[in-house]
């Protein structure tokens, strides 16, 4: 895939049904989430609010939906995975599991930390 310009043109690159997963997932966080900006980054769409708060990465069969403070958010479903230093991200199957209410507990959770804190720790991006 060449770099995209926007997120409109990320989706738009994808195969069904990725395709459709990164379109709700997108929705989802837009609805969720309209304060955050939406920009691309490392060619895949980002979602910053004093430095990025959540991503969308798709894969050969699933998008991730990631959270760049997923270490410290609320998680009462245990939907985040991942063993990195901050990171962690949700693994989406199916359009239907882009429109979980837990799922969009986590973006709300993610805003809500975001501003509590600011911006993320120093050195990270």
């Known amino acids: 895939m060449a770099k995209p310009k926007d997120a409109d043109a990320y989706v738009e690159a994808l195969e069904p049904p990725v395709r459709e997963i990164a379109e709700a997932l997108r929705t989802l966080v837009r609805a969720t989430a309209p304060k955050l900006e939406e920009r691309i980054k ?5 979602y910053d609010l004093n430095g990025t708060v959540v991503y969308i990465m798709a ?5 991730d939906l990631g959270f760049y403070d997923g270490v410290d958010l609320k ?3 245990k939907m985040l995975e991942g063993t990195g230093k ?3 991200h949700v693994k989406v199957y199916a359009p239907e599991n882009a429109r979980s ?3 969009a507990a986590l973006v709300r959770e993610a805003v809500r930390f975001r501003e509590a804190t600011g911006a993320p720790p120093k050195g990270w991006r």
């Open 42 to 46: 490392y060619s895949f769409p980002h």
């Open 86 to 88: 901050r990171l962690r």
């Open 59 to 63: 894969t050969r069969d699933h998008v």
């Open 101 to 103: 209410p837990a799922l």
């Open 75 to 77: 998680d009462p479903k």
